[in-house]
């Protein structure tokens, strides 16, 4: 990857709808080579999909949830029924296997404390789990979907 499929990476976490032409016109290519090099980073898997993003509030899906779980149970079996419950969950928008003192951390929204409670109660019935820690999200202070591409290497 070099210098100018950073910038259309950069561009396109920007704006995505954009056209060949514009992307190209801002990397400095014509939309021939730009497109190429688009498909090229899209058969690579470097880009895996493009989507819009869709404002949570404004769709009534206000509570970020920061969900910790423990579990006494580390086989390989465990995690692969735990994986599967647990991305089947809509609510669940990003799910980690950590390291340190939790072993499993997922980020959820929901549309309110009912809301929550729901999901609570399918989570915790889904597989045995030693310890769930919810911390609710006050205030977004910052969100973004675009990587640091010019601090990659």
Known sequence: MDAIDRKILAVLQENAALSVAEIGSRVGLSSTPCWKRIQRLEAEGVIQRRVALVDQDRIGLGVTVFVSIETGDHSQDWLERFAKAVGAMPEVMEFYRMAGDVDYMLR??????????????????????????????????????????????
């Open 108 to 153: 959820v929204v929901v549309t309110d404390i009912a809301g929550y409670d729901t999901f609570y109660k399918r989570l915790i019935a889904a597989l045995p789990l030693k310890n769930v820690t919810s911390r609710f999200a006050m205030e977004k202070i910052k969100s973004t979907t675009a990587l640091p591409i010019a601090e990659a290497r």
